[in-house]
């Protein structure tokens, strides 16, 4: 092997603890487009989980009137589609953001996107609807290699773990103002939310103009061609592969905190007696609904990203003494705990619990993924890498939405559960049944059993057992952790063997 070779393979399995100089020197040597990517970051993370978050209710919930009514297999599929777009362009966005610049691409996606939140707005129809979801996905995927390129040029092995804790935690800033800034606009309209998103995207063309393009150290090198061809070449490493297939199934058992869980709470969680502790009234924070007073689920889901915002850089410092892939392990597995607990329980107080776990274990796994990667890439390449880690996210979203679709419309919707009651029992003609609509499933239940919401929800939750489709969630997270074990231990080897 030449050593330019051994020398590269050498560095590829590089997963020392970082080196750590003091905090505050760390802080002042990050550069203004370090500064301006996280806050670019965070106007757009803004935008997209102020839809994020709300809208597996618009698309699939039956108590909200003028939502789109569309099935969960159906959520399953766009979110399947969705994941695709977002998570896999970015294997050849990232490259052409080193070719090209990063402010070129960068305002190319701040334009898709926006196009994507306009038709989303203005589409009710399945097909409509999908292909703005896709177009916002194919925005999304342009932008982040941009952003995490002009980022990665301004880290150092000596402050990369807390720059990319800075990242993290703005994401996250972005994360926590979103929600409720879609439930405001929610108030007006569904459409509503993503006009307002929309404008929140476009802050960023604002952004470009207030720092200089930095130098990938590839630009301007080989054609197009070429650079489809070394993506192709790059992702061709096995150890490299290894890792996104194992990272993959963190990412499944992951997005089930956005794509299930704001279903789950709606249709099971009772947050009443938290309303009635805390003396809250309806608004903002607070809906009426069948079961009482109870708090949004955007707001109990918010919490993950409020936790985020409040410990990442805490965080960030702790596990910067800790091996890249040891930290990844033990966040994996806290995950994977804290997403059973959040779905175990009715309680509101127990999903908090598990959101919480979840959150910490979140903080300690993600994002040292995006670390790892970025330490691993050849120079001239690092967006390139960067947009290698977005490819576990395409598979573990596409698979899990697909899985989750389908596992939560028999097992877990209330309204399905209601129609699988009426029939099971005999509670009414079965051609009446079969003409009977989602949405009139749950009051067909109570008026045939002359029994309230809350006494229905405690009667399908005790009759079908619906906490118990978290249980191969969390079993494919524990997987993923024992596959990264193993992956450190071998990865450990081959740097041995070939320094």
Known sequence: ????????????????????????????????PFWIANIMEMFER???YGVRIVIPIYIASSE???GLHFTHVQKGSIFAWWALMQSLVPMFTGGFADRYGYKRTISCSIAITITGYLMMATQRGYGGFLAGCLMLAFGTAIFKPGVQ???????????????WGFFYQLVNIGGFLGPPLAGILRTHSWPTVFYGCACVASLNFLSLLTYKEVDSKNKGKGNPWDVIKLTFKEFSNPRLVSFIIIMSGFWLMLNQMWDMLPNFIEDWVDTSGIVAALGMHAGNIVRVTARGLQIKQEWLINMNAGLIVLFMIPVAAAVAKMRRLSSIVFGITLSSIG?????????????????????????????????YLAVIAPEGKKALYLGYANVPLAIGWFYGSKMGGNIYDTKGDKAVLALRYLREHGLMAIDALDK??????????????HITPVQMTQ?????YHPYRLWYQFTAIGIASAIGMIIYSQLAKRWANFEA
């Open 436 to 449: 009977l609509k989602r949405t009139e499933a749950m009051p067909a239940l109570q008026n045939a059993l």
């Open 149 to 163: 390129g002009t980022l990665q040029q301004g880290l150092t092995r000596q402050n990369s773990s807390v720059g």
């Open 46 to 48: 803004t935008a997209f």
């Open 339 to 371: 997403l059973v607990v959040a779905g175990y329980t009715m309680a509101g107080l127990g999903c908090l619990l598990g959101i919480t776990l979840f959150s910490f274990g979140e903080m300690s796994a993600s994002p040292k993924m995006n670390e």
């Open 64 to 66: 909200d009137a003028f």
């Open 459 to 463: 009667l399908l939750w005790n009759s």
């Open 1 to 32: 092997m030449e050593k330019s070779q051994a020398g590269r393979i050498t560095v590829l399995m590089t997963d020392h603890a970082t080196e750590t100089m003091p905090f505050i020197a760390q802080v002042k040597s990050f550069t203004r």
